[in-house]
């Protein structure tokens, strides 16, 4: 059983860069039949798809956060990142890592980690 | 429009049928999928690719299209069955994924 978990700072200053990481078990980011992607939710709102990366290095992202995203990935350590510059209280979330199949000739999360709160507050 | 659109709360009794709607403009080309989140959870996927349930999932759920609308249907709700419910499809361009707005069930 595959299993995803999230670590990083859980406070972060505005117009500073948000770093997160996800470490992967039970499954490789290597593998063909996934991508491995960003979902957030800010408290008490909803989900909002942050984007995703390829074992090619491959990678999507939403259109309104693209210019400070960026999403890469250690295939030696079977982790991947994501980097969010010049945050705002906006970016105030839970964070969560998930896994997206391939299918149907695009991907989809199938399974989550638990996520992890960041703040954005000075 | 590029967003998808759920009614933010429907209920049900328990033991009836419940179709929870998700309406958008790419849902004409690109299949829907629901994630069902409980409080203080990760979500959790119930259907994809518009009416296929994975593993472990009860099969009192049950997904369907037709237009714009993907619809997510629950026979015989159950009190564990008390959630937000989000759907998920692609945009209308198919460069990217989005989320509905969330529909919160509550089981009476």
């Known amino acids: 059983q595959v299993q995803l978990r999230e670590s990083g700072p859980g406070l972060v200053k505005p117009s500073e860069t948000l770093s997160l990481t996800c470490t992967v078990s039970g499954g490789s980011i290597s593998s063909s039949e996934y991508y491995w992607g960003w979902i957030r939710q800010p408290p008490g709102k909803g989900l909002e798809w942050i984007g995703s990366?390829?074992?090619?290095?491959?990678?999507h992202s939403h259109p309104s956060l693209k210019s400070r995203v960026t999403i890469s990935a250690d295939t030696s350590k079977n982790q991947f990142s994501l980097n969010l510059n010049s945050v705002t209280a906006a970016d105030t979330a839970v964070y969560y890592c998930?896994?997206?199949?391939?299918?149907?000739?695009?991907?989809?999360?199938?399974?989550w980690g638990q996520g992890t709160l960041v703040t954005v507050s000075s | 429009s590029s967003e998808l659109t759920q009614d933010p709360a429907v209920s049900v009794a328990l033991g009836q049928t419940v179709r929870i709607t998700c309406q958008g403009d790419?849902?004409?080309?690109?299949?829907a999928s629901w994630y069902q989140q409980k409080p203080g959870q990760a979500p959790i996927l119930v259907i994809y690719n518009k009416d296929i349930r994975p593993s472990g999932i009860p099969d009192r759920f049950s997904g369907s299209s037709s237009g714009n609308t993907a619809s997510l249907t629950i026979t015989g709700a159950q009190t564990e069955d008390e959630a937000d419910y989000y759907c998920?499809?692609?945009?209308?361009?198919?460069?990217?994924?989005?989320f509905g707005g969330g529909t919160r069930l509550t089981v009476l």
């Open positions: 998930a896994r997206h199949v391939v299918t149907s000739g695009w991907f989809l999360p199938d399974f």
């Open positions: 990366i390829y074992f090619t290095g491959s990678t």
């Open positions: 998920n499809s692609r945009d209308r361009f198919g460069n990217h994924l989005l």
């Open positions: 790419s849902l004409r080309n690109y299949f």
